[in-house]
């Protein structure tokens, strides 16, 4: 006996029809018309949609950050991830400077297990381009399971690393079947602005966008790229903003290269006027690159539509307002960077892409399931619909509205960025392998539930 999905609009990338799902352990063994309702505990979706589980490819769990640690760990940042229709996540497993990636990585496992409530796969952050560092990668991509190695242009004396770095790090990535992941900001510049912009005495939270302008992420994005064509390496720009970052990774794909990027739900709803907030609530859109002027959202969405961003991550990253946010009162740049969007991330992409006919609901899967998967060596046991996959799946209701707010959310977390939006249209029920972990607005998963997953090499895709 399994669990049969009957009658459901079964969406995948590619197609769209009406179907039964069933699901017998933890993977799906059958799709079909009229499969046997009589054998199997039976989940009427005739009035719903079913999703594949999305694949957050972009989160930070329990991870030190701007002199505090994140207000969610594995247990509630994934319990809010399944509560959004999110079913796997690759967090971000943060290298120290002169220690080893396999330090950071078991580091991140210890974090997760037994506290994860659905299954989840690690990116490793790359501090240091010494000799030890780069001869782990292909350890790293062969036995452990890590194909995307993230390096960071801005954040200097913190996580910043130089060109050299980077570019050996993208040598190392393309010879063993990884792929590199940048913050493209200039880091440089931002130093020299923001401290010009303290000692002008500005404070508030604007000066956080104020001193990071975009030309610096177009800049840092156009020389990713062009170190990455030297090097012969793909590419994934994590969290872009902008549409001046967009056009640099639509031109690098032009010239041929594999070249992919990724933008984030705070991008497509946020704009500059939100850090003109009073009381300090401009502080929750302090977050890295920042949030651009409002016509960049149109522009990031229609790449989306047509393939020129390829992916949706979260990037959360979330800090109180209260005695987290707050460490930044009188001085902008000591706000922590980030926002709670993990359980949002697909209900922002539904409204503003699908609800708005910009995005299909092909294009609306792809982007925040299959793509991920892909890219992140999961498919196709993750972000499809199909017999052997795993049984993460998503019975949406596209007719039920929810607000969003901090009051409700299950992030662990005082605020949201995307306070008072209405979303028509949400989970029902989601399946982690074949275990229901939401039934509407009820958790009914299990902390360390979820398992981790070995990302296989990396093989350039056609998105
Ligand atoms: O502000 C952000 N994005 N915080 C998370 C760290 C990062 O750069 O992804
Ligand atoms: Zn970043
Ligand atoms: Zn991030």
Redesign the pocket.
Known sequence: MGTLIAGGTVVTATDTYRGDVLIEDETISTIGSNIDRSKHDLVDASDAYVFPGGIDP?T?LD?P?GGTITADDFESGTRAAAMGGTTTIVD?ALHTRGDSLKKALSTWHEKAAGKACIDYAFHLTIADGREETMNEIPKMIGEEGVNSF?V?M??KHV?QVDDETIFKTLQACAAHGGLVQV?AENGDVIEVITKQARAAGKTEPKWHALTRPVECEGEATHRAIRLAEIAGAPLYV??VSSAMAADAISDGRKRGLHIYGETCPQYLVCEFADYERPNFEGAKY????PIRDKWNQDVLLRKLMNMELHSFGS?H?SFNLCGQKELGKDDFSKIP???PTIEDRLSILYEVGVNRRILGLNNFVALGCTNPAKLFGLFPRKGTIAVGSDADLVVWDPAESRTISHKTHHMNVDNSVFEGMTIKGRPRYVFSRGRKVADREKFTGEPGAGKFQKSERFFPVAL
């Open positions: 972009h930070h991870m950050f971000f993230k960071f801005a954040y996580l913050h994590v969290h302090v977050l890295s690159p990037d990253c960077n980030g926002a």
